[in-house]
């Protein structure tokens, strides 16, 4: 079993699409272990996206993630890390395949409505960012 951090970015709640992405997190089979709600600080968006501090758009997209609300979730499940990055589409929802969430939802290379960890290192840590081990039902 596997797990990985999902959030619904402040595009994706502003627009009322909540309830969509875990419709689809939830028909895929993935198991949601962790969730809450919470309005990110700059400093804490900008910790939680240390890996990017060099790129050039990381003022943006921490300006962008402290914007609004996000939901933050810990989803559990064989494989879940890939299988809920295909279900999210490509960073780019242009390039994004039909039936994604990005293809679906996206309206910029920025606001692509959805967060996923990309590797089982990164998931531990991202997951361990936003939840204590009370806080997760596992
Ligand atoms: P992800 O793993 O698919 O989310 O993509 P990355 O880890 O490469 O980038 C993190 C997030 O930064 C993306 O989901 C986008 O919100 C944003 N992002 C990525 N590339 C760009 C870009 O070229 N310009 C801007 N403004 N934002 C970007």
Same mark, same amino acid.
Request: charged letters at 25%.
């Given at each position: 079993?596997?797990?990985? !951090? /999902?959030?619904? @970015?402040? #595009?994706?709640?502003?627009?009322? !699409?909540?309830?969509?992405? +875990?419709?689809?997190?939830?028909? /895929?089979?993935? %198991? ?6 919470? *309005? !990110? ?10 890996? *990017? ?6 003022? /943006?997209?921490? /300006? ?5 609300? +996000?939901?933050?979730?810990? !989803? ?6 890939? @299988? ?10 242009? #390039? ?6 990005? %293809?679906?939802?996206?309206? #910029?290379?920025? %606001?692509?409505?959805? *967060? ?23």
């Amino acid at each position: 079993m596997e797990r990985t !951090l /999902s959030i619904i @970015k402040p #595009d994706g709640v502003g627009r009322g !699409l909540i309830g969509e992405v +875990v419709k689809r997190l939830e028909e /895929s089979g993935f %198991k949601i272990i962790a969730m809450k709600m919470i *309005h !990110l600080t700059q400093a804490r968006a900008e910790g939680f996206y240390a890996v *990017h501090k060099e790129r050039p758009f990381f003022n /943006s997209l921490t /300006s962008f993630m402290t914007s609004g609300p +996000v939901v933050v979730m810990a !989803l559990e499940g064989e494989n879940v890390i890939e @299988k809920y990055r295909t279900l999210m589409g490509a960073t780019n929802f242009k #390039d994004a395949a039909e039936g994604t969430i990005r %293809k679906a939802f996206a309206t #910029d290379i920025e %606001k692509n409505v959805v *967060h996923g960890s990309d590797s089982p290192e990164t998931a531990a840590f991202e997951i361990g960012y936003f939840f204590n081990s009370f806080e997760i039902i596992g």
